[in-house]
């Protein structure tokens, strides 16, 4: 649920990572932090266990400039990946604009994305949204670990595993690195906006 | 999915919220959507909190706490309020989508600003529903 401000001539929008537990999410937004530290000016608010798994969201504000005389907020959000956390989860999707999915490249992560991905879509459901609908990116993450002689889903199976129908725009990418993460994040963030526009006179 | 408000409507409930709520002693208050968008945002002039990450931590407490009390049976808790050392922190609905939260100090009792809160938020629902 994008906010247009008239006054200050400003557009909130909200985007949310989404996908399974321990994918990358946090990693993407940890990333795009360390890259615009310069831009952001707050600190990244994360609540989380102690094990660094997300317990409630990430919140990552990213002021990207001005579109057609509209100064364009975006905030970022990630949800908890684990199973367990669906209520948290559902919580973190109300008013989403636009949504990246992160997938774990791991093939002992197959199922888990698969699974993720139907969470989403029953989801945004509960919200009266549909995931054929809404923007949305897919990130097919780590693919560094190759390197490391790690077993990975070729880009082929991600694709007609969680992809055939969407057809959403996708990225092979490592948030360890930062290979395509800024990609992402710009990917949808000129989905979410392209979707908006009607609003922007 | 958008909404819009113009800079009538924002200026009117900045004004509610000048009036009721930070002319008689709030520190800061703000009015956010549950998305956690930031709607209008107002303060005395002598503090700086980060407002954008503030209302992300409170659309996510309060949907936390409604969660909770459909859980146990309730419609809603109606009193949401944190009390610390210096400042305070009070929550409280408009209509379906919107809170309102207001950051106050020991000088302002919780009664009293209640009331206010009450007040402003009857005037804030005619804004934004018109
Ligand atoms: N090699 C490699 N490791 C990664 C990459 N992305 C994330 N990781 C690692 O995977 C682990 C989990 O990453 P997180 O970003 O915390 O995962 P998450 O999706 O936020 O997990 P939840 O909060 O539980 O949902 C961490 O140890 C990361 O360092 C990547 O691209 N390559
Ligand atoms: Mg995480």
Known sequence: ????????????VKVV???PGRGGKTTNLEYLYKKFKERIKTEMVAIKTHGDRTLFFDFLPFDIGKIKGYNIRVQLYTVPGQVKYNATRRLVLRGVDGIVFVADSMKVRREKNLLSLKN?????????????????????????????GIPLLS???????????LKAPSFEASALIGTNVVLTMKKIITMTLAS?????? | MEYTLGQKQL????????????????HCVFLIDMAGNVIVNLDNGNIEHDI???????AGNFGAVSAMAKIVGEQEFSLLFHKGEKENIHFSKV????????????????????????????????????
Request: hydrophobic content about 40%; cysteine-free.
């Open chain 1, 120 to 148: 989403l879509q029953e989801n945004l459901a509960t919200y009266n949204k549909n995931i054929f609908k809404i923007p949305l990116v897919l990130q097919y993450n780590k693919r560094d670990l190759s390197e490391h």
């Open chain 2, 52 to 58: 954008y990450s503030l209302a992300a931590l409170a």
């Open chain 2, 95 to 130: 209509m379906t989508d919107f809170l309102l939260v207001t950051i106050f100090g020991k000088e302002t009792s919780l009664g009293f600003l209640r009331l206010k809160v009450t007040e402003a938020i009857g005037k804030i629902k005619k804004i934004l529903e018109s």
């Open chain 1, 196 to 201: 908006l526009q009607r609003e922007l006179k």
């Open chain 2, 11 to 26: 200026d009117g409930m900045e004004e509610v919220l000048k009036q009721d709520l930070i002319d008689l002693g709030v």
């Open chain 1, 17 to 19: 990572y989404y996908g």
């Open chain 1, 155 to 165: 880009p082929e199976i991600l694709k007609n595993d969680l992809n055939a129908q």
């Open chain 1, 1 to 12: 649920m994008a906010f247009v401000n008239l006054k200050k001539r400003e557009v909130q």
